[in-house]
T-cell receptor, first 111, second 111 residues
């Protein structure tokens, strides 16, 4: 089966840095994705890692270690609008982007 | 429009009623996915289309669920004889290659 774990909830302060971890055990791997989802809205793409290492994109960075089945999403200079759920997803690579999603981490940014 | 469009946004169905959920993907996107998202959970894969061909329907929870994409663009997810456990948000996503673009979903409530 497929298994993706991430913390259910996290809280951080505006202006701080937060790291959201994700571990995975899947039958295939064609990349690890992070999506942001505000309540009642569509998930929106944040980052994609297929090789080990760090990918930086403005205030957001994502890290991947394939040998450890581990990724994290790093959010810097937190803003109130960053309060959302963050979904870790593994593409199984059978075709296109057949994702297995984690349960999501609900991040609350406090003033 | 520029994004993935789903309709209706909200649907209330009486138990036993049939429902049809529509997805208009981004024009030109070959891949189309349906996901089911329960409250507070990550999306779960239902089915995948490449153009008009349904290449994977392994995630459909029962034979009451049926999806089609007859002309390789608009897709419809049909649920027959709805049950309370079908209550969820149904997300559609389309993809040209790496990134998947999600619609806002249809929130189905079965009463």
């Amino acid at each position: 089966g497929q298994n993706i774990d991430q913390p259910t909830e996290m809280t951080a302060t505006e202006g701080a840095i937060v790291q959201i971890n994700c571990t995975y055990q899947t039958s295939g791997f064609n990349g690890l994705f992070w999506y942001q989802q505000h309540a009642g809205e569509a998930p929106t793409f944040l980052s994609y890692n297929v090789l080990d290492g760090l990918e930086e994109k403005g205030r957001f960075s994502s890290f991947l270690s394939r040998s450890k089945g581990y990724s994290y999403l790093l959010l810097k200079e937190l803003q109130m609008k960053d309060s959302a759920s963050y979904l870790c997803a593994v593409s199984l690579g059978n075709y296109g982007q057949n994702f297995v999603f984690g349960p999501g981490t609900r991040l609350s940014v406090l003033p | 429009g520029a994004g993935v469009s789903q309709s209706p946004r909200y649907k209330v169905a009486k138990r036993g009623q049939d429902v049809a959920l529509r997805c208009d993907p981004i024009s030109g996107h070959v891949s189309l996915f349906w996901y089911q998202q329960a409250l507070g959970q990550g999306p779960e894969f239902l089915t995948y289309f490449q153009n008009e061909a349904q290449l994977d329907k392994s995630g459909l929870p029962s034979d009451r669920f049926f999806a089609e994409r007859p002309e390789g663009s608009v897709s419809t997810l049909k649920i027959q004889r709805t049950q309370q456990e079908d209550s969820a948000v149904y997300l559609c996503a389309s993809s040209p290659n790496t990134e998947a673009f999600f619609g806002q979903g249809t929130r189905l409530t079965v009463v």
